[in-house]
């Protein structure tokens, strides 16, 4: 079922919160699926930024926005997402999404870590503009273990609550460490 797949949620979620023809940001682009998600609600008039560490990840969004016809929309940059606020500045961007884990298809040696996730998520929540919103899509277990998972929800339940609200949400009756989709609003 499409509806109970974790990117098509949060792209439900993102569509009916964001605003649209604006600029956002794929913080791990990965295959660019939410590269084009993006891309479709940037318009012509606003702007993508989508960030990989992988030229496999860049070559692949590459290739689908090609595709889509809307390639001239988006930025592909390689770097990682802790260095986002090197190509973006402080209350700029409307919405900001995490996909944490490894390339799909991709070496899974190569994957997100605590050590820069929780860094990338502060400094997006300062490029992020008041009114905006970040989704975060975890995936934990397996080979990526649980540490980042646990180190990016201590650090989302110490948010200010009158700065931010999270949202937290889980498959409840799905086993083996299903992904977990949470969402932060910028007040």
Known sequence: MKQSQITFWCHEVIRSQAVREGFYIDATMGKGNDTLFLCEL????????AMDIQEEA???????????HCLETAELVKD???HMDRYASDDSADVICFNFGYLPG?????ATKAR???????KGLEILKKGGMMSLCIYSGGDTGYEEK???LRFLKELPSREYTVIANEYYNRRNDPPMPVFVFKG
Do not use: F, Y
């Not at 940037?42 to 930024?49: D, I, N, P, Q, S």
């Not at 991709?106 to 190569?110: F, N, R």
């Open 58 to 68: 860049i070559c692949a969004t590459r290739e689908l926005l090609e595709m889509h």
């Open 116 to 122: 820069t996730s929780v860094p990338a998520i502060k």
């Open 42 to 49: 940037a318009g012509e008039k606003g702007h993508v930024l």
């Open 106 to 110: 991709g070496d899974h040696q190569i």
């Open 150 to 152: 646990e180190a990016i």
């Open 80 to 82: 990682g997402h802790e």
